[in-house]
């Protein structure tokens, strides 16, 4: 296997690790001009993950081993460990911010950040394996998704007592598991090549449960109708950016 599509998987992490730091861009912002900005990334975002799960993921996924019974079942296994996942962060969460005094929520929240971090790893690391177009679909859909989840994740450690600078720092640290994720794919793929008939669709259900459970609760929280429509330009756009990018394939 030739060696671009780790480099394109490691480039790709490090590029989205980056966004850590786009926190303390927001300090020279209103927190009004912030939100808006948020809500539409969050559109885009929503839209990108939805595309990637079916226009490149799923077919891909298909495409390789056929539209079995496996297929659906790792796709809903993707599903059913992100609900896991996030359902273990927000009891410790829950406890651990109802009863501590010290905010131990947020060494929670970088745990579960990590770990989310972790599994992005995998997913571009899997989708360049398959390709290299689709590796590039995978990353920018990440990449918009991980802008506003950063942002949520500075506000986080703030308010549990960090400073802009460790806040910063740990965001970064927990970022870089996604490397970790990159070169875990990686090894497992030099074990077994058939692993990507189970990690595609596992990573497509990944991406349809943050789509689904993450984002669009955000996006119904807007009830005026011209900001409401700007959310459904710009979802249409995510999901037409990654039509766009099947002329590559």
């Known amino acids: 296997m030739p060696t671009s599509p780790l480099i394109y998987s490691l480039g790709s992490v490090l590029l989205i690790?980056?966004?850590?730091?786009?926190?303390?861009?927001?300090?020279?912002f209103s927190k009004t001009?912030?939100?808006?900005?948020?809500?539409?990334?969050?559109?885009?975002?929503a839209?990108?993950?939805i595309g990637d799960a079916f226009i490149h993921l799923l077919p891909e996924a298909v495409e390789t081993a056929g539209f079995t019974l496996q297929i659906s079942l790792?796709?809903?296994?993707?599903i059913a460990t992100s609900f896991i996942i996030e359902?273990?962060?927000?009891?410790?969460?829950?406890?651990?911010?109802?009863?501590?005094?010290?905010?131990?929520?947020?060494?929670?929240?970088?745990?579960?950040?990590?770990?989310?971090n972790f599994i992005?790893?995998?997913?571009?690391?899997?989708?360049y394996i398959a390709s290299i177009p689709l590796g590039i679909a995978t990353t920018i859909a990440v990449f918009f998704h991980e802008i506003p989840q950063e942002i949520g994740d500075?506000?986080?450690?703030?308010?549990?007592?960090?400073?802009?600078?460790?806040?910063?720092?740990?965001?970064?640290?927990?970022?870089?598991?996604?490397?970790?994720?990159?070169?875990t794919a990686f090894l497992l793929y030099s074990f077994s090549e058939n692993i990507l008939t189970f990690l595609i669709p596992f990573a497509a259900g990944n991406f349809i449960y943050i789509a689904s459970t993450d984002l669009f609760p955000e996006l119904h929280k807007e009830k005026q109708l011209?900001?409401?429509?700007?959310?459904?330009?710009a979802f249409g756009i995510g999901i037409y950016v990654m039509v766009l990018l099947l002329r590559f394939e």
């Open 120 to 127: 992005d790893g995998v997913i571009i690391a899997v989708s």
């Open 74 to 78: 790792y796709t809903l296994a993707g």
């Open 33 to 45: 001009l912030v939100r808006r900005g948020i809500i539409v990334l969050v559109s885009f975002a």
């Open 87 to 116: 359902k273990v962060i927000h009891w410790h969460h829950y406890h651990t911010h109802e009863f501590e005094e010290t905010h131990p929520f947020v060494y929670v929240n970088l745990i579960g950040d990590a770990i989310h």
């Open 17 to 28: 690790s980056l966004v850590a730091f786009i926190g303390i861009a927001t300090l020279a």
């Open 47 to 49: 839209g990108a993950l």
């Open 154 to 183: 500075y506000a986080v450690l703030i308010h549990g007592g960090f400073t802009n600078k460790k806040a910063l720092l740990m965001n970064f640290i927990t970022a870089l598991t996604s490397a970790v994720g990159v070169i």
């Open 226 to 233: 011209l900001k409401s429509f700007a959310q459904l330009i």
